[in-house]
Each structure stands twice: as structure tokens, then as C-alpha cells.
């Protein structure tokens, strides 16, 4: 559903991604990882289509559209949805309204009608219970004064709000304490289908224990530079990155 | 909110250009164009004015005559040529009605297109209209209901007519003819307004509500009202108007003027939509308005809330003197300008009864090249004791070719009041907007939920059905602000 090839992309003149390649189908799972500065949240804005970020070179194809010619409320209308690393602040408005919004317009891009508000609290009942969001929360403006916790599992509650084909995750896990992980780990065990896929961006092997994925890739300099099972992922756990830089380097 | 208002108000929204900007073919009677003290005789005796009322327009344009036409520091635009003002213009026929059907349907077609509430059912659901076309109120709805209760609704005139006595006690009791050059101008030449009086005890059951345009071209609008409440008494009054498209410039310079006895509250709410011209700021009303509240005994309340969105050029303070003690005054303002707009508005709060409270919560939003000025004065007189005001003013800025500017001013001759002031300035983040279109949020949809949230705590307070407007307004006020 999702081909990057030789992926190209430059913020403020400087090359970041650098002939990326990655292709996920329907039903499967990806774990992204790589140290820091290597590129990942820059992958994930540009699948997004953050202006900032210029595509010098390479394609992406979604589900046989050319994703890099939509604007970025368009690739959210095709289904791709990204849960933010630093989630954004919108002060006054509250996330139920957001959110409301955000599922009627996707809706409105796809031809379907506004959601009846009936309908729409069902569902909103329903996902909220999913990542044990409080209705404290969900009533509060959109991220603010959320703590660093709280604004991840409001990422996944919007995501299973909309209900995307690809859910591209930056970092969720970070600064979860171990009961919030799993709630957002069920979030997305119970959203996965064989017609969704997820790109989940990482660091940490440990969230791959609560989603194991498919595939882990190694992203480098701007690049896919190594790409394995569930075991990769405890291996580098283990011994870091420095091996896998010396493999190529030493090819090159 | 239901979700079809929601719905409503984005399809509205979408819609494009200033959508208000049609004119309407009615019939109107002209007075000549230009000023003089001839101009003000033909106005008064149109209307059929006892002597002293004429009187006391022709004193309020001696003064005007001596007086000088502002400037502020942040204001510029051409100078209105007085005397190229039709003064007069009331729409044909002059009869009074007994029932809509003997309205011009012209007119009553062009409410509608406004979406005026003018029929009963409207009315119904609580909202009794006193409606102003140009300048003469051509229909008035519930007033039986309202005159049960011993309410007083009706066009400046026509209280002129009925209730001298009242008019001729309160009238520039607030405002005076010589508070200012447009005060003094509106005081010779206002051509009609609104009136209402509370009586005692009495809290008026439903919002009452004025719908004012301008109609006529070259038309200049001098509206007068005049708002008293009695005792004990409780209003809620709503202005909200539209205007059509225009090329010359119009100018607007209204009078509102609202006494508040002993432990009465009046709530005054305005949704303000003139045409603000075209981009390039060409053809845009001029709006030059006067008003102010006394809360003349203790307890008394008098709030405004007003949403700013039109108008090429905006000059307003509303303002409130609280005399009584214990009295409280309080303005929220949400003031929005784009493209080539200028607005200069913000309150005046003149402490002078002890343990008077004032508060004072001001929104600004600038886009495109518009300036937005929140100027405000907080006074407190030597005998305020006890005195608090609370100040806050933020700026939202859209774009980096805007401009917000804050000016408080605060004199203080008590040394037991306290006065606290929070100003922030911010703008409409990158971030932000990605966060929004990631979701599937169109940029212009994007501006509008921010901005309304921006402006939350300002639209708490207006009523529900005016808060709708006001939502729709900001966000086909902000329109293709950005990108
Ligand atoms: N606005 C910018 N201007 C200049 N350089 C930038 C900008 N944004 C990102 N970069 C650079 O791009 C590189 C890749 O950043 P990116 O955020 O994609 O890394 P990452 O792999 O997500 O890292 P982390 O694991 O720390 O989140 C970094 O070197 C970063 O400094
Ligand atoms: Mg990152």
C-alpha cells in the first residue's frame, strides 16, 4: 500500500533523507529505528507532507496515488495519520471539537456525510475507552497542559478516532510509564486489521514486545541501511548501532 | 451545538467573498446632501420633533462646528468630506405598519437574505426585533409581550413621540453632545435608533435585539440608543449588522448611551460585520461609535461583549462609569482585522464609587496587512475605595505583515484599589496548522477552529444564537488569511 523509492528530502538546504526505500503492505507492522538525527521524524513529515521539508529526489506511492502531490489534509482524507513526537497545543479547543472536526472533514474528503452527533458520541465513547482516555481530557483544550504522557495517548485516541490505513508512529513510546505503553500498544493491536498498516518509529525494543512488527528497519544517514525480523531489534538493543555503521562503512 | 449549526456555519463559511454585499432597491426620501443648519431643520421636521429637541441638535452642532476631527496615532485613511453626506434617508412609504404584509417586500426580502429573525417564529424562539432599515425603523415585533411587562421597545422616534419625558431626561445624560467630534455630530444629525426602558423590578424575558444596515449609498448612519433600566431590572440588548458592497467609503458614527439604577444589570452584546472593503482596504465603512454605560446607583451591572470583524476603519470604546458603589463593569472584546483593516478599540473603566470592580478581557486577531489597537484606560477616583480592575489583553497575529499594538493607560488616585494587567501577543504557529491539516483540517477551517479557540473566553459570554453568528463570522472574516 505505501512504496517510498529513493526517497530525497532537504530541510533549510541541508539533505536528511538520502535514497530511502520502503515498502509496507496491507496488515503488516514496521518498526523504524536508527540514532538520533538520523532522519525518522524527517521521514515521517515528509510521508506527511510538512512544507518545510523539500523532496529533492525519489517517489511515494499510497495506495496507487502519488502521495507526494497531495497536500497534507488530502493525505489524511487518503488515510494516513501521524501521531506527532511533540504534539501541538491548541488552546480553547477542545479536543472533543477537534476531533469532531478532524472526523468530519476526512469524512466530507471521502464523500461521506457529517457524522450525526449521536453516531459521532458513540464512537467517541467507544475509542476513549479504547486508550482509557478520561473524559477530563478528551473535554480539555487540545493538548494543553497535557503532560508528556497524556499527550501521547491523545495522539493514539485520535488516531482510533480516524481510523487511518497507515498509522505512522514517532515515538509514542517515549516517556510512557509501563501501564500507559500497553495502553497505547492495545490501542493499536486492537485497530490492526489485514487492511491497515503501521510505521512505528522507536528506540526502545520494548515497545516491540506489546507490538511486534513485521519488519525492523535501520534508518542511517537518510537511508535504510539494514532491515531484519523482531530479533534485530534486540540485537541492537544490545550492542547498539556502532556494528551496523561499521558493516557499511566498511563496504564502502 | 448541534452538529447542523456547526455544519451550517462551515458550508456559510466556505462561501467565498463578502457575502453580504448586495444592495437592496428601495425607494428612499433624501435629504440634501452637505450640513448646515438647514440640513438639521429638514431632519427634525421630517420627523416632526418638538422644539426641544431641536434645539438641542442645533446646540450640538454649534459645538461641532468648533470642534476637530481626530487623529490617533495608528489610525490613517482619507478624511470623510462632511458636506458630500446625505444626511436623511428613510425608506418610502412612511406609514406605520400594523402587520409585516404592509411592508415593502423589497424590504423584507432583503432581511431575509440577511437572515434577520424577523417573523414570529423567529421571534418565538426569543428574540423580539426593532428593526432598523437606513435610518427609520420600518417594523417592530413582540412589542405587545414586551409592553405587558411594562417594557418600553421601540425606535428612537417613536419614544421621542410617546415617551418625552424619558428621552428628554437621559439623552446625552451619558454621552454628552460635546464628549466628541462624532458624539457631537451623531447628537445633530442621528436620524433614528433604538429605545428601550426597563422598569422596575422587571427582568426582561427575552434578548431584545436590533438589527441595524446600511442601505442607502452615501448614506452617512447616525443611530441613537438609548437603553435604561430601572431598579432591580435585567436586560440582554443585541446589535449585530451587515452592510452592502459598496465603492465610497460610508461613514457610521453611532451613539449608545445605557443607565443602570440600583442593582440592575444590563448586558449588551454586538456582533459588528460591516463590509471592511476589498483587499486593497477600497470601499470599507468608517465606523466611529460612542458608547457608554453609567451604573448610576450601587449594585448596578453593565457588560459589553462585542465581536469586531468589519469596517475598514473602527474607532470604539465602550466604556463604563461606575458611580455606584459596589457596581461592576465589564467588557470582553474580540476585535479581528484583515487585509488592509484598522481597528482602534478597547474600553474605558471609570472607578468612582467604592468597591467598584471592573473587568476587562480583550481579544485581538491581525491578518494580513490590518492593524489592531487595544487601547484602554482604567481610572480610579479618589473616593474608589476598594477598588479592582483586571485587565487582560492578548494578540494573535496571522502572517508577519500585521501589526497589534496595546495601550493601556491607568490612572490611579486610590491607594486601597488594586488593578491587575496581563498582556500576551502570539501568533498562528506552522506547527499548529500541520498539526490541524494532519488531521484532514483545511488551513482556512484550521484558522477558524484557533481563532475561535483564541477567543473562547470572549464568546462564552455572548448569547447562544449571537455566538453562532459570531463563530461563522470569524472564521469568513480570516478567510484565505494564510497560504
Ligand atoms: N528545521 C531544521 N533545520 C535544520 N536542520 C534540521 C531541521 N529539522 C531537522 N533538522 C536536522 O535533520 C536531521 C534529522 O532530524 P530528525 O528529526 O529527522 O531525526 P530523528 O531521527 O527523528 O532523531 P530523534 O531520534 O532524535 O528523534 C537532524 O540532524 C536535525 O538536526
Ligand atoms: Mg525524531
Known amino acids: 500500500m505505501l512504496k517510498i523509492d529513493g526517497l530525497e528530502a532537504e530541510i533549510e538546504g541541508k539533505q536528511i533523507l538520502k535514497g530511502l526505500n520502503l515498502e509496507v503492505k496491507p496488515g503488516e507492522i514496521h518498526a523504524v529505528m536508527g540514532p538520533n538525527g538520523s532522519g525518522k521524524s524527517t521521514l515521517a513529515s515528509v510521508l506527511a507532507g510538512r512544507e518545510e521539508y523539500e523532496v529533492t529526489g525519489g517517489s511515494v506511492d499510497f495506495l496507487e496515488k502519488d502521495l507526494l502531490d497531495l497536500a497534507p489534509e488530502e493525505r489524511a482524507g487518503e488515510g494516513v495519520f501521524l501521531a506527532f513526537q511533540y504534539p501541538v497545543e491548541i488552546p480553547g479547543v477542545s479536543n472533543i471539537n477537534f476531533i469532531k472536526t478532524a472526523v468530519n472533514e476526512v469524512r466530507d474528503y471521502r464523500g461521506l456525510p457529517a457524522m450525526e452527533t449521536k453516531e459521532f458520541m458513540a464512537h467517541l465513547k467507544e475509542k476513549q475507552k479504547l486508550v482509557k482516555l478520561s473524559g477530563k481530557l478528551a473535554n480539555r483544550s487540545v493538548n494543553e497542559g497535557f503532560s508528556g504522557g497524556e499527550k501521547k495517548r491523545n495522539e493514539i485516541f485520535q488516531m482510533a478516532m480516524l481510523e487511518p490505513k497507515l498509522g505512522v508512529l514517532d515515538e509514542t513510546d517515549s516517556g510512557l510509564d509501563i501501564d500507559a505503553l500497553r495502553i497505547v500498544a492495545s490501542g493499536v493491536n486492537e485497530l490492526k486489521s489485514s487492511k491497515n498498516a503501521f510505521v512505528v518509529i522507536t528506540h526502545y525494543q520494548r515497545l516491540l514486545d506489546y507490538i511486534v512488527p513485521d519488519f525492523v528497519h535501520v534508518l542511517y544517514d537518510g537511508k535504510i541501511v539494514k532491515t531484519g525480523s523482531k530479533e534485530l531489534a534486540l540485537e541492537l538493543e544490545e550492542k547498539g548501532y556502532d556494528w551496523i555503521i561499521e558493516e557499511i562503512e566498511g563496504k564502502s | ?483
Open chain 2, 1 to 483: 451545538m448541534s452538529m447542523s449549526d456547526e455544519d451550517k456555519i462551515i458550508e456559510e463559511a466556505t462561501s467565498g467573498e463578502y457575502k453580504y454585499g448586495f444592495v437592496s432597491n428601495i425607494d428612499s426620501e433624501l435629504a440634501q446632501k452637505g450640513l448646515t443648519e438647514e440640513t438639521i431643520r429638514f431632519i427634525s421636521g421630517k420627523k416632526n420633533e418638538p422644539e426641544w429637541l431641536l434645539d438641542w441638535r442645533l446646540k450640538a452642532f454649534k459645538m461641532w462646528e468648533n470642534m476637530e476631527e481626530p487623529e490617533w496615532a495608528h489610525i490613517s485613511y482619507p478624511k470623510p468630506e462632511f458636506q458630500d453626506i446625505i444626511y436623511y434617508a428613510a425608506p418610502k412609504p412612511k406609514k406605520e405598519y400594523e402587520s409585516l404584509d404592509e411592508v415593502d417586500p423589497e424590504i423584507l426580502k432583503t432581511f431575509e437574505k440577511l437572515g434577520v429573525p424577523i417573523n414570529e417564529q423567529k421571534a418565538l424562539a426569543g428574540v423580539a426585533v426593532d428593526v432598523v432599515m437606513d435610518s427609520v425603523s420600518v417594523a417592530t415585533t413582540f412589542k405587545e409581550k414586551l409592553s405587558e411587562l411594562g417594557i418600553i421597545f421601540c425606535s428612537f422616534s417613536e419614544a421621542v413621540k410617546n415617551h418625552p419625558d424619558l428621552v428628554k431626561k437621559y439623552v446625552g445624560s451619558v454621552v454628552p453632545q460635546a464628549d466628541n467630534f462624532y458624539s457631537a455630530l451623531n447628537s445633530a444629525v442621528f436620524s433614528d435608533g433604538s429605545f428601550c426602558y426597563i422598569p422596575k423590578g422587571v427582568k426582561c424575558p427575552m434578548e431584545l435585539s436590533t438589527y441595524f444596515r446600511i442601505n442607502e449609498a452615501n448614506t452617512g448612519q447616525f443611530e441613537r440608543t438609548l437603553i435604561i433600566a430601572e431598579e432591580g431590572s435585567y436586560v440582554s440588548y443585541l446589535e449585530g449588522c451587515t452592510a452592502p458592497q459598496r465603492d465610497e467609503n460610508q461613514l457610521h458614527a453611532a451613539v449608545v448611551e445605557i443607565v443602570a439604577m440600583k442593582d440592575a444589570e444590563v448586558k449588551y452584546s454586538t456582533v459588528q460585520n460591516w463590509y471592511p472593503g476589498d483587499k486593497k482596504g477600497r470601499g470599507g465603512i468608517y465606523n466611529f461609535v460612542t458608547k457608554r454605560g453609567l451604573c448610576a446607583e450601587e449594585n448596578s451591572k453593565i457588560s459589553w461583549t462585542q465581536v469586531e470583524t468589519g469596517s475598514a476603519v473602527t474607532w470604539k470604546y465602550p466604556s463604563c462609569i461606575l458611580k455606584g458603589d459596589n457596581s461592576v463593569g465589564e467588557f470582553f472584546s474580540v476585535a479581528v482585522t484583515n487585509n488592509m483593516q484598522q481597528a482602534d478599540t478597547g474600553t474605558k473603566m471609570i472607578h468612582i464609587g467604592k468597591n467598584t470592580k471592573s473587568t476587562i478581557v480583550s481579544k485581538g486577531i491581525s491578518a494580513g496587512k490590518s492593524q489592531n489597537s487595544y487601547r484602554g484606560l482604567v481610572k480610579i477616583g479618589k473616593g474608589a475605595v476598594g477598588s479592582r480592575n483586571f485587565s487582560q489583553c492578548d494578540s494573535l497575529l496571522i502572517g508577519d505583515r500585521c501589526g497589534a499594538h496595546t495601550f493601556p493607560y491607568i490612572e490611579c488616585n486610590n491607594k486601597s484599589a488594586k488593578i491587575e494587567h496581563e498582556a500576551t501577543t502570539s501568533k498562528i504557529g506552522e506547527d499548529q496548522l500541520f498539526y490541524c491539516n494532519q488531521r484532514g483540517i483545511k488551513t482556512d477551517k484550521a484558522i477558524g477552529l484557533i481563532v475561535n479557540g483564541f477567543c473562547k473566553n470572549v464568546m462564552d459570554n455572548l448569547p447562544m444564537e449571537f455566538a453562532i453568528e459570531a463563530k461563522k463570522l470569524l472564521e469568513i472574516s480570516l478567510e484565505g488569511s494564510v497560504g
